[in-house]
């Protein structure tokens, strides 16, 4: 959808942002209760001598149970919201007038009642697949059950409070982006 690349556009705009996906990536790879817990969740899927799971072998066993999609959800969300909530009260303490939370499935989760304000990032369907099959590891049937998951991209637009399409080009997006801010600042 272009997310990662408009947070990127914020950060350079100097707006702090909290990206979620990285804060999984790191709850993943870095030794704690919570790592061994997914572990055990994931038998298969976990080097029990390093220490180490393998992402692959769990992504494809959440696309194929959405019962330990759940389970796994339960383990990781409360870690991803105290590194919210940590990043929020840092962007106050510094005096930021704006902060951003990067959250993938923004509404399926229930996060948007978290937040002020939504932008809701859309590429055309050809776009998107494009951009995940561009990525190592992708295939048509991964990008296929990542989609399965998501809400429908015009509900996501009706509930969103500002829509920004990201499918032609970055200087595009960034004009788009500078709007939506544009708009934001001047709300009273």
Known sequence: MGKSTTAAMFEKLGIPVHDSDAVIRKTLTTPS????????????AWNTRKKQL?????????????????QLEALLHPVVWESQDNF????RRAGAPMAVLDIPLLFETGADKKVDITICCIAPPLIQAARVLARPGFTPEKFLAIRAQQ????????????????????????????KILQQIRLAP
């Open 33 to 44: 209760p919570v790592l061994e817990n997914v572990g055990t969740l994931f038998p298969a």
């Open 88 to 91: 929020l009260k840092q962007c």
């Open 151 to 178: 809400m429908d991209d015009a509900e996501k637009k009706k509930r969103a409070d500002f829509v920004l399409y990201t499918g032609l080009g970055h200087a595009d997006t960034l004009k788009r982006l500078n």
């Open 54 to 70: 393998e992402r692959s072998k769990v992504a494809a066993e959440i696309f194929k149970d959405a019962k330990k999609r759940t």
